[in-house]
């Protein structure tokens, strides 16, 4: 999409690096990541070197400070290029920005620089076999023991969590649910990797257990009976925003597919480019990528001015570019027809990961729920009568 009027200067420069990056780190073997179901370290030592890790974190703790669009800019690079990629982007930036947020001055100065760098990387391990939407059900006890804090329980579908280096998790403490840090190599913690996820094959997603973990008093992130309502909230708040912007890099990498093959198969003695119906499939996808694309840079815009009506935004471009990430790349394995079913092209692979993006960071259904209420609130807000001056 042309973004000529919508990013200022520095922003389309970010844009062209993040791009650059993309096509020749990620995208090539995107594919072999999907197949093998692994990130391999040098890509994610690629991603630190260029100091993205922390692209959003302040510059006071080593981080390169950038606003919210640039940093959605990114995650739409990545999740053109890769989603699994991309969501370690997501996680990463979403326990960043909690700790950011709620952490104590020890805590920021910390953990911050070395997550800026990358040579921490994080997780967020609020999800459960039992919790998922509904992150204030988790049942992970965060005893409180004469030295510090108990945890005891299982986390699932934890993304990166088979690698991550330090943990935000969630759980149930005397005050409500609770936010505590814990690092890898915490005795009584242990990870095991999912396999055959049907997207983000690559994200090393695990089951997180943990038994009898003891953490000090000083690793509980923000006030007991907080770590949903706004330690897991602010988090959560940031990833459905950066998954928003994933999702625009699926519609973008299935139109370009779509687009490509279209117009070397031949049926019937013509470019399938030719057939009305493809032509409306095609339309479709671009309508979708340039309406969810604004979408999120609207979302951006309001987030870096901090406007109230930046949460309704980010739900509203994730709710959107994700839904439409599934139809574009539903159509895509389409026109491919039978090579769009196996694995020699990467809608495939786009498809899986599209019907993640309408899972993760808040369900479709969730959000519809919530953007119903919000036209609620507008609509009663708009019949308000207008006192007399």
Known sequence: ?????????????ALEEFRAFADAEVAPHADEFHREQYTPPAVIKALAD?????????????????DAVQLGLLAGELGRACSSVRSLLTVHTMVAHAIGRWGSREQRERWLPRLATGEVTAA?????PGAGSDAAAV?????????????????????????????????????????????????????????????????????????????????????????????????????????????????????????????????????IRDHQLVRRMISAMYADRQAARLLCLEAGRLRDARDPGA???????????????????????????????????????????ARVMEVIEGSTQLHQVGLAEYAFQESARARRPVRAA
């Open 124 to 128: 967020l391990a609020v999800s459960e």
């Open 1 to 13: 999409m042309n973004s000529a009027g919508y990013l200022t200067g520095r922003q389309e420069k």
């Open 139 to 271: 049942t992970t006890a965060l005893t409180r023991t004469e030295s510090g804090r108990r945890l005891d329980g299982h986390k699932r579908w934890i993304t990166y969590g088979e690698t991550a280096d330090l943990f935000l998790v969630v759980g149930r403490t005397a005050e409500g649910p609770t936010a505590v840090l814990v690092e890898r190599g915490t005795p009584g913690l242990r990870t095991g990797l999912i396999t055959g996820l049907i997207g983000i094959r690559a994200s090393m997603t695990a089951d997180v257990w943990f038994d009898g973990c003891e953490v000090p008093e000083e690793n509980l992130l923000g006030r007991p009976g907080l770590g949903v309502s706004h330690v897991a909230g602010a988090a959560l708040d940031l990833g459905r925003y950066t998954v928003a912007w994933g999702s625009v890099g699926i519609l973008d990498a299935a139109l370009a597919a779509s687009v490509d093959y279209a117009g070397t198969r031949e049926t019937f003695g013509a470019p």
């Open 50 to 66: 260029t100091g993205w890790m922390g692209l959003a974190i302040p510059v006071e703790y080593g981080g390169l400070g950038r």
């Open 311 to 353: 949460l309704a935004a980010a739900s509203t471009a994730k709710y959107f570019a994700a839904t439409a990430a599934v139809r574009a790349a539903s159509d895509a394995v389409q026109i491919h027809g039978a090579n769009g079913c196996g694995p020699d092209y990467p809608v495939q692979r786009l498809l899986g990961d």
